[in-house]
């Protein structure tokens, strides 16, 4: 079956960029998106088809995907950014989430 | 307002039966594709099954293949998952999300619920 590979945590200082990577077998070749979620919210959808941001997220939030690697770009990362992000794809009649990465503003 | 409201979790013993719902309101439920996410406690998000939009086609994950059953109602705006032969690991926080496909869920899910809690215990 297919899996996306996130690293488990990435740190950053407030002010500065975060990246975060999906990686999957020839992900380039689907869409995919990202979600963030708080602790006891919600997911909520940051970033679909690669790299278009939904109204109302800010436009610190870029992504990118090529090759086998997708990436989630924080720019001037604040405080409230603080949550774990998970990427998605579609795959074969399944959908497939990250495992997860827990982004820690220092 | 596009708006989920998820309904049905509990407390269930193991082998037992449950009916979860999602009522939407805000957009043309039977045009996109819905989905169902869970997150078991202290884990990352986990996909158990979609339906296309009006319904055609529906999906699972092996983990949930022959126990869940997807469904919607386009009268009533609701999607429904009825889930039997229930285990401790199915024991989670159910979402369910729109997807903003309308056929397959390829797309992303743009708007979820805030869940519901499903327990399987003796």
């Known amino acids: 079956s297919y899996g996306l590979t996130q690293p488990p945590s990435v740190s950053v200082s407030p002010g500065q960029t975060a990246s975060i990577t999906c990686s999957g077998d020839?992900?380039?070749?689907?869409?995919a998106c990202w979600y963030q979620q708080k602790p006891g919210q919600s997911p909520v959808m940051v970033i679909y088809?690669?790299?278009k941001r939904p109204s109302g997220i800010p436009e610190r939030f870029s992504g990118s995907n090529s090759g086998n690697t997708a990436t989630l770009t924080i720019s001037g990362t604040q405080a409230m950014d603080e949550a774990d992000y998970y990427c998605?794809?579609?795959?074969?009649?399944?959908?497939?989430f990250g495992g997860g990465t827990k982004l820690t503003v220092l | 307002e596009v708006q989920l409201l998820e309904s049905g979790g509990a407390l269930v013993q193991p082998g037992g039966s449950l009916r979860l719902s999602c009522a939407a309101s805000?957009?043309?439920?039977?045009?996109?594709?819905m989905t169902w996410v869970r997150q078991a406690p202290g884990k990352g998000l986990e996909w158990v099954s979609a339906i296309s939009g009006g319904g055609g086609r529906t999906y699972y994950a092996d983990s949930v293949k022959g126990r869940f059953t997807i469904s919607g109602d386009n009268s009533k705006n609701t999607l429904y998952l009825q889930m039997n032969s229930l285990r401790a690991e199915d024991t989670a926080v159910y979402y369910c999300a729109k997807d903003q496909a309308t056929g397959t869920p390829r797309y992303g899910m743009d708007v979820w619920g805030q869940g519901t809690t499903v327990t399987v215990s003796s």
């Open positions: 088809q690669d790299s």
């Open positions: 020839k992900l380039g070749d689907k869409y």
């Open positions: 805000g957009f043309t439920f039977s045009n996109y594709a």
């Open positions: 998605q794809a579609w795959d074969s009649g399944t959908v497939v």
